[in-house]
Antibody
Framework: QVTLKESGPVLVKPTETLTLTCTVS??????????VSWIRQPPGKALEWLAH???????SYSTSLKSRLTISKDTSKSQVVLTMTNMDPVDTATYYC??????????????????WGKGTTVTVSS | DIQMTQSPSSLSASVGDRVTITCRAS??????LNWYQQKPGKAPKLLIY???SLQSGVPSRFSGSGSGTDFTLTISSLQPEDFATYYC??????????FGQGTRLEIK
């Protein structure tokens, strides 16, 4: 059974750095073509993709947040870590990690987020 | 970034109704479109991938169609457990994915 579980602080102060950990089980972070993304959702709002790490350790970041984000992984611990610097109250959200999986259809690969963690709620307030 | 626009933003319907939700991409994304269902306080759940492929375990009353810029999610006969918020998501520019703003499906 594939599971992902987010962990991290519930409350951070403005200007602080947030560190979130996603612990996965049921698959390896070294599986080719798979990877893990971080996605957030402010209260009552839509989902926003933040960052992704590939099995080969390549990384990709949201254009608007790139300067504040760092994603990394420890394959031996089955963990993906996201750090976000200079936190602001607008960063208050539920943060999810999700596995990117794929299906080959005809001559293409189709990617989707097939398993999500339950999310961790982070409030930014002094 | 590719922008995804859903309509309507909210919808009221009754159990047994047929419901259609529309998603439009700001550029052609072929069939690289996924649909998710989210219930309050829960993580999103994958329903449809590649515009029309049903994820394993998802009831067959859910279906997806479309390609290019226009897509639809149809629920053929609403069940009580289907009242939720639905999101489309483009995977054309994966891993730089983007989501629609969501469609909230409420009980009439």
């Amino acid at each position: 059974q594939v599971t992902l579980k987010e962990s991290g602080p519930v409350l951070v102060k403005p200007t602080e750095t947030l560190t979130l950990t996603c612990t996965v089980s049921g698959f390896s972070l070294s599986n080719a073509r798979m990877g893990v993304s971080w996605i957030r959702q402010p209260p009552g709002k839509a989902l926003e993709w933040l960052a992704h790490i590939f099995s080969n350790d390549e990384k990709s970041y949201s254009t608007s947040l790139k300067s504040r984000l760092t994603i990394s992984k420890d394959t031996s611990k089955s963990q993906v870590v996201l750090t976000m610097t200079n936190m602001d109250p607008v960063d208050t959200a539920t943060y999810y990690c999700a596995r990117r999986a794929f299906s080959p259809i005809k001559w293409s690969y189709y990617y989707y987020m097939d398993v999500w963690g339950k999310g961790t709620t982070v409030t930014v307030s002094s | 970034d590719i922008q995804m626009t859903q309509s309507p933003s909210s919808l009221s319907a009754s159990v047994g109704d047929r419901v259609t939700i529309t998603c439009r991409a700001s550029q052609s994304i072929s069939s690289y479109l996924n649909w998710y269902q989210q219930k309050p306080g829960k993580a999103p759940k994958l329903l449809i991938y590649a515009a029309s492929s049903l994820q394993s375990g998802v009831p067959s009353r859910f279906s997806g169609s479309g390609s290019g810029t226009d897509f639809t999610l149809t629920i053929s006969s609403l069940q009580p457990e289907d009242f939720a918020t639905y999101y489309c998501q483009q995977s054309y520019s994966t891993p730089r994915i983007t989501f629609g703003q969501g469609t909230r499906l409420e009980i009439k």
